[in-house]
């Protein structure tokens, strides 16, 4: 399974990720990158800044609910 489709199934199962969760849970260093190719696949990837408890703002990336099933496999 490749980085594309790990993120995409966890993102599918209601995952939030930030680059931090994406390298601990699934061994994934270039998030943005590997979103990216997602979104340009025409999955509905959202990015959304958050603040976390250090003070920094990273990017959060999900599937908005309702939308996990809308589309299928990656290309």
Not at 4 to 30: I, P, W
Not at 69 to 74: D, K, N, Q, T, Y
């Amino acid at each position: 399974m490749t980085q594309c489709e790990q993120l995409l199934e966890a993102m599918k199962r209601g995952e939030s990720l930030t680059v931090a969760d994406a390298l601990s849970r699934y061994g994934v260093y270039a998030l943005s990158q590997r979103c990216g190719e997602l979104i340009k696949q025409g999955h509905p990837v959202r990015v959304e800044m958050i603040t976390v408890p250090s003070g920094k703002r990273v990017a959060k990336y999900s599937i908005p609910q309702g939308q996990q099933e809308m589309f299928g496999e990656v290309n």
